[in-house]
C-alpha cells in the first residue's frame, strides 16, 4: 500500500510540483485548495499527467477548515497521512512601517500557525504509529532579509525555528521533520505580491516601490520549481533524510554570502538591489552586470 502525503495549497507552483511529482513516483497524495473549482482544476491537471491525486478543500489560515479538513483526510487514509508537506503559503510586500496589523496577521498565521496547527493535528496519529514525516517549505528568505519582505522574512525566520525545535521534540517518537529553503523559482506567489504591494501615495518608500515591484514582475521568468518538488521526493524516500535541504544556486550562495559578508557591506548590497539606495555609476553598472548574469544563470539551470 502506497504512503499518503498531504501536500498544502497544491494548486499551484511548487505545491502543484510536488503533488505531480510525488504522485508519479507512486505516492497517495491528497493536495488541499481553498476552493472546490481549484480543486477539481488540480484533479483535472493529475489526470492529464496520467496520475492520481485526490483533494480536500480548506484554508490553512483558518482553524475551523483546516480541522474540518485534517478531520476528512484521516479518515481517507485510516487514521492520518504518513506525511505533510507545508507548502501553502503567501509574500506580503511592502515596507515594515506601510503594512498594516491585518496584513501581517494574515501572514503570520499563514506562513507559521498554519503548519504549526496541523503539526497539532497530525501528530498523535504519526506517534501512534512511530513513523512518519513533516515537511515544511521555508525559503532563503528564513535565512537572507530583504528590503520590502520584512513580513515574509519574519513568517519564513520563524518557521524555520519552529520547525528546528519540532524536529527535536518529536525524534524520539520515529517522526523526522525537515525543512526545504527554495531559492528563487517562478511561482504565482510573486505574481500575487505585484496586487498586494502598497501603493501608498505619501509613503516614504513610494520611489522604491515602482523598482520593487519590477522585480517582481522579473521574477515571472525565473525558471519552474521542479527542482524543489524532487528535493521534497527526496527527503520523504530517504530513510534518514537531512534536517534541512537548500535548493538553487541563488539559495546556496545567497546564504553563504550574507553569513560571510560584513553586515555593513550586506546592507548595502541589498539597499541597491532594492532601490533604497543609489550606488556610484561605476559600482552601479558593476551591480546591473552580476544581476544581469544572475538571471542568466537561473533560466539556464
Not at 479538513?69 to 505533510?84: E, H, R, S
Not at 503567501?90 to 498594516?100: K, R, S, T
Not at 544556486?249 to 548595502?268: C, E, F, I, N
Request: proline share 5%.
Amino acid at each position: 500500500m502506497s504512503r499518503s502525503v498531504v501536500v498544502t495549497g497544491a494548486t499551484s507552483g511548487i505545491g502543484l510540483a510536488t503533488a505531480l511529482e510525488l504522485a508519479g513516483a507512486g505516492y497517495d497524495v491528497i493536495g488541499t485548495a481553498r476552493s472546490e473549482e481549484k480543486a477539481a482544476k488540480l484533479r483535472a491537471t493529475a489526470d492529464h499527467r496520467c496520475v492520481g491525486i485526490r483533494t480536500v478543500v480548506l484554508d490553512v489560515a483558518d482553524a475551523e477548515s483546516t480541522v474540518r479538513g485534517f478531520t476528512t483526510i484521516a479518515n481517507m487514509t485510516d487514521g492520518g497521512p504518513w506525511a505533510v508537506v507545508n507548502n501553502a503559503g503567501f509574500a506580503q510586500p511592502g515596507a515594515i512601517e506601510d503594512v498594516d496589523d491585518e496584513q501581517a496577521r494574515l501572514q503570520v498565521e499563514t506562513n507559521v500557525l498554519g503548519p504549526a496547527r496541523i503539526a497539532r493535528l497530525v501528530l498523535p496519529a504519526m506517534r501512534q504509529r512511530r513513523d512518519g514525516r513533516i515537511v515544511n517549505i521555508s525559503s532563503m528568505s528564513g535565512r537572507v532579509s530583504t528590503p520590502f519582505l520584512g513580513w515574509y522574512c519574519a513568517s519564513k525566520h520563524a518557521l524555520e525555528s519552529l520547525t528546528d525545535v519540532l524536529r527535536m521534540e518529536v525524534s524520539r517518537f520515529g517522526v523526522k521533520v525537515v525543512l526545504i529553503e527554495p531559492g528563487s523559482f517562478g511561482t504565482a506567489i510573486w505574481e500575487k505580491g505585484i496586487g498586494a504591494l502598497p501603493r501608498r501615495k505619501h509613503s516614504a518608500y513610494s520611489d522604491s516601490y515602482g523598482h520593487a515591484d519590477e522585480m517582481l514582475r522579473r521574477a515571472k521568468s525565473l525558471p519552474p520549481p521542479l527542482p524543489v518538488a524532487r528535493m521534497v521526493r527526496t527527503a520523504l524516500d530517504s530513510p534518514r533524510p537531512r534536517a534541512r535541504y537548500v535548493v538553487g544556486v541563488d539559495a546556496k550562495t545567497g546564504t553563504a554570502l550574507d553569513a560571510l559578508l560584513p553586515t555593513v557591506l550586506s546592507d548595502y548590497a541589498k539597499e541597491v538591489a532594492t532601490g533604497l539606495r543609489t550606488p556610484p555609476e561605476r559600482l552601479g553598472r558593476l551591480l546591473q552586470h552580476l544581476t544581469r548574469r544572475r538571471l542568466t544563470t537561473q533560466r539556464l539551470r
